[in-house]
């Protein structure tokens, strides 16, 4: 397996809080890797790890085989954009903006000119089952519009990692499996990698791969579908 994404021992404490304790992960090129584990384990923290949000204190990131713990702030924000979605639970579309210049928007931080990166934008609404809906205001959108019109956004500028941190915890199940449905078929249609971190099974069983992060350390999780 050639990993496009990759956290080795890595280390992290907040404070005296220790978070992540060598926490080893490879994804690889095109996988969609669920983590799961307790509240507190160090998921999300890994993940900020893994997506240059964070840098470990100890250990190594790399993406495409280069180290993302030795970039500078500048440089890891330029790769999060270049080169990362990101989807979160919750509060994530600008509120004064309309549903389309939310999804134009990481278009229009990359440089895009505002024609074309409408004209991308739209071609998302469609494909998730958002037409009709391209002028509303967050407020004036469901939960799971809402998280779809997020979906978009991390999406419209074909990332080779998309980052989602626990994007269907604030929906019902049936919501939930429809953005994941979605999120799932765009992934595999793209050959985007995911890291979906998520407490909930039925999330988790769209993975490829499912590990368990306990005490901040990552532990493969025995007999899940696709597991190697
Ligand atoms: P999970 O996502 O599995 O619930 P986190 O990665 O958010 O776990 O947190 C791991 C540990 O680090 C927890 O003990 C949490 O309280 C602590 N932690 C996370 N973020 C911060 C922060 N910004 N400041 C202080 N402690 C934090
Ligand atoms: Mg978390």
Redesign the pocket.
């Known amino acids: 397996m050639t990993a496009i994404i990759e956290a080795r021992d890595a280390h992290l404490a ?2 005296q ?3 992540l304790r060598g926490a080893t992960l490879a994804v690889g090129d095109g996988e969609i890797v669920a983590v799961m ?10 993940l ?1 790890c893994l997506a240059g949000i964070l840098v470990p204190d100890r250990g190594e990131i790399l993406f495409d085989g280069a180290r993302v713990d030795r970039l500078d702030e500048t440089r890891r924000s330029t790769l999060r954009r270049d080169r990362f979605g990101f989807v979160f639970q919750f509060g994530q579309l600008v509120p004064e903006l309309t549903a389309e210049d939310n999804v134009a928007l990481p278009l229009l931080l990359g440089g895009a000119r505002r024609a074309d990166a409408v004209r991308r934008a739209r071609s998302w609404f469609a494909r998730l089952g958002l037409d009709g809906l391209e002028q509303r205001r967050s407020g004036e959108l469901s939960g799971g519009q809402a998280q779809r019109v997020a979906l978009a956004r991390a999406l419209v500028a074909e990332p080779r990692v998309l980052f989602a ?1 626990e994007p269907t915890g604030a929906l019902d199940s049936l919501t939930g499996e429809q953005v994941m449905d979605l999120m799932v078929d765009a992934a595999r249609a793209n050959g985007t990698t995911v890291v979906i ?1 998520t407490h909930e099974a039925r999330v988790a069983a769209y993975a490829d791969r499912q590990v368990i ?1 306990r005490d ?1 350390r990552v532990h493969a999780l025995a007999g899940a579908r696709g597991a190697s």
Not at 37 to 46: A, D, H, I, Y
């Open positions: 907040f404070g809080t220790p978070a584990g307790p509240s507190g384990s160090g998921k999300s923290t890994l900020h941190d971190v992060v901040g």
